[in-house]
């Protein structure tokens, strides 16, 4: 089955979609982004995440992934997700799934 593509910036995602992220990159997502042509014909770096029913590009350069990753709590100094982070996160998706 084909999932719709959805090309969004990473400060317009949903708290759901952000806690996936998170745990579906523990380590940070700098080293995950990939390039593709928007549809001006540009190339646009971007993190690619899957959910059950869609295929996000969630855009963002080299130097904005490490920010984020530098400016949220839920990573430590390393750039890891935290085990306290971790927990939270899922607890709250488990929440949204009931």
Do not use: C, H, W
């Amino acid at each position: 089955m084909n999932k719709p593509r959805i090309v969004k910036d990473f400060e317009k995602l949903t708290d759901e979609v952000l806690a996936q992220i998170k745990l579906e990159y523990p380590y940070g997502f700098e080293k995950k982004l990939i390039l593709f042509k928007n549809k001006e014909g540009k190339l646009v770096s971007a993190l690619p995440f899957e959910t059950e029913t869609y295929y996000y590009l969630i855009r963002m350069t080299i130097k904005e992934a490490q920010q984020i990753i530098e400016e949220d709590d839920d990573y430590d100094d390393d750039g890891n997700l935290t085990v306290e982070a971790i927990e939270k996160l899922e607890d709250e998706l488990e929440e949204a799934e009931d």
